[in-house]
């Protein structure tokens, strides 16, 4: 499983757009980036999932260079409520055992 | 209304005591997980079900005993528990094995406290 490493936390205000990289040096040529976000006591909700260059839905978007080597989660005009914990995870589309790792902790402030 | 329901959302057991946890998810997907998430760490797959059938049992003590009789519901039965394993514990399911990492989709989890 290709090991990922992204930033313990990041503080942001209101608007901004915030932008979580992570790491995934050892990606395998059939694994997909996925990204998760996490509220206190909840669990986990997908946000986008990508192969290669980039990809937009409604809530973010997900750039990805083309060795593969990294990626990142942009988060357009953060509001409060996006406070939260988000996880990088690199693996097959069957890959059933994917970690979640400890995630970036992103706390937006008025 | 959330397409995976775990009931309780809250349970407080004593060491002796045998409880279980419910999942549903009225989705329509043949597979089924439960994780374990402690304090301050990340979370731990339990166990994998397809097609009601076991694929994975990541290491858990014979404590905990899963249940899938049908795709759509999943329990967790929970017997002679230690403190430590007082957690927040999640149900997921996803549409098979083959889409795993495409989307799973968690339920609000049952919050454990093992006194």
């Known amino acids: 499983l290709a090991k990922t490493t992204q930033p313990i936390s990041m503080d942001s205000y209101e608007g901004q757009e915030v932008n979580i990289t992570c790491s995934h040096n050892n990606i395998a040529t059939n694994d997909y980036i996925t990204w998760y976000q996490q509220f206190p006591s909840q669990g986990p909700r997908f946000i986008i999932q990508g192969y290669k260059t980039k990809v937009t839905n409604e809530v973010a978007s997900l750039f990805i260079p083309a060795d593969r080597k990294s990626s990142t989660l942009s988060l357009p005009r953060v509001s409060l409520s996006d406070t939260a914990v988000y996880y990088c995870l690199v693996g097959a589309t069957n890959d059933y055992k994917l970690s979640f790792g400890a995630g970036t902790t992103v706390t937006v402030r008025a | 209304e959330t397409g995976v329901t775990q009931t309780p959302r809250h349970l407080v057991m004593g060491m002796t005591n045998k409880k279980s946890l419910k999942c549903e998810q009225h989705?329509?997907?043949?597979?089924m997980y439960w994780y374990k998430q402690s304090a301050k760490k990340p979370l731990e797959l339990m166990f994998v079900?397809?097609?009601?059938?076991?694929?994975e049992n990541n290491s858990v003590p014979s404590r905990f005993s899963p249940e899938c009789p049908n795709s759509s519901h999943l329990f967790l039965h929970l017997h002679t528990l230690q403190p430590e394993d007082s957690a927040l514990y999640l149900c997921?399911?996803?549409?098979?094995?083959?889409?795993?990492?495409?989307?799973?989709?968690f339920g609000e989890g049952s919050r454990l406290t093992v006194l």
């Open positions: 997921a399911s996803s549409q098979d094995l083959n889409r795993a990492s495409g989307e799973l989709f």
């Open positions: 989705l329509g997907h043949n597979a």
């Open positions: 079900y397809s097609l009601e059938e076991r694929v």
